[in-house]
């Protein structure tokens, strides 16, 4: 019964040796990649709204959306908290949906729904708003932008600093009623 019970765990133990040494081979260390690099891109959209007669850069939240949903953004006007604060844009819903186009030359070609006469009437901040919104995504001088149906020699504007970008916060979160133990 006692050499029954060695064998047993004699099998056991090589059983176990085979499964600890598995194929592995020892090695030295090994380095990984450079870590990342670069701006990191913001989970934010920044837009340029109207506050009074001047540009006014604003983040929302959510994530970065393509140019021409950020210019659809525009036109949809601003949130409730924004217009709160007293912000509101130039830009026609009409003007829905814009697309944009970089050509070879590194301009952005910014495209709406309106026909191109109405276009050229639109008002200067309306302008200004799309041109900032595009510039500012891209990294690009507002010269480097053209709005098709806009005097080419219309004189960009100079966009103001964008703010920092929000972080997202989560709010805190409620405590699920505790059940109160009767007593006797």
Same mark, same amino acid.
């Given at each position: 019964?006692?050499?029954?019970?060695?064998?047993?765990?004699?099998?056991?133990?090589?059983?176990?040796?085979?499964?600890?040494?598995?194929?592995?081979?020892?090695?030295?260390?090994?380095?990984?990649?450079?870590?990342?690099?670069?701006?990191?891109?913001?989970?934010?959209?920044?837009?340029?709204?109207?506050?009074?007669?001047?540009?006014?850069?604003?983040? %929302?939240?959510? !994530?970065?959306? *393509? $140019?021409?949903? +950020?210019?659809?953004?525009?036109? /949809?006007? #601003?949130?409730?908290? @924004?217009?709160?604060?007293?912000?509101?844009?130039?830009?026609?819903?009409?003007?829905?949906?814009?697309?944009?186009?970089?050509?070879?030359?590194?301009?952005?070609?910014?495209?709406?729904?309106?026909?191109?006469?109405?276009?050229?009437?639109?008002?200067?901040?309306?302008?200004?708003?799309?041109?900032?919104?595009?510039?500012?995504?891209?990294?690009?001088?507002?010269?480097?932008? %053209?709005?098709? !149906?806009?005097? *080419? $020699?219309?004189? +960009?504007?100079?966009?103001?600093? /964008?703010? #920092?970008?929000?972080? @997202?916060?989560?709010?805190?979160?409620?405590?699920?009623?505790?059940?109160?133990?009767?007593?006797?």
């Amino acid at each position: 019964m006692i050499a029954g019970r060695v064998r047993l765990v004699v099998a056991g133990l090589g059983v176990l040796a085979a499964l600890a040494g598995c194929g592995v081979q020892p090695s030295g260390v090994i380095t990984g990649a450079a870590p990342p690099s670069g701006r990191a891109e913001p989970s934010a959209t920044l837009l340029y709204l109207v506050s009074g007669d001047r540009l006014q850069p604003v983040w %929302r939240l959510g !994530g970065r959306l *393509p $140019d021409a949903a +950020a210019l659809n953004l525009l036109a /949809a006007g #601003p949130t409730d908290a @924004e217009a709160a604060e007293g912000v509101t844009t130039e830009v026609p819903a009409e003007a829905t949906p814009f697309s944009t186009d970089t050509g070879v030359s590194g301009v952005v070609h910014v495209s709406t729904a309106l026909p191109a006469d109405q276009v050229a009437e639109l008002p200067d901040l309306a302008i200004a708003q799309i041109l900032c919104t595009v510039a500012a995504r891209a990294e690009l001088h507002p010269l480097q932008v %053209r709005v098709i !149906g806009v005097d *080419p $020699d219309f004189e +960009a504007p100079d966009c103001p600093p /964008a703010p #920092p970008v929000p972080t @997202e916060t989560v709010p805190p979160q409620p405590r699920p009623p505790t059940e109160a133990t009767p007593t006797r």
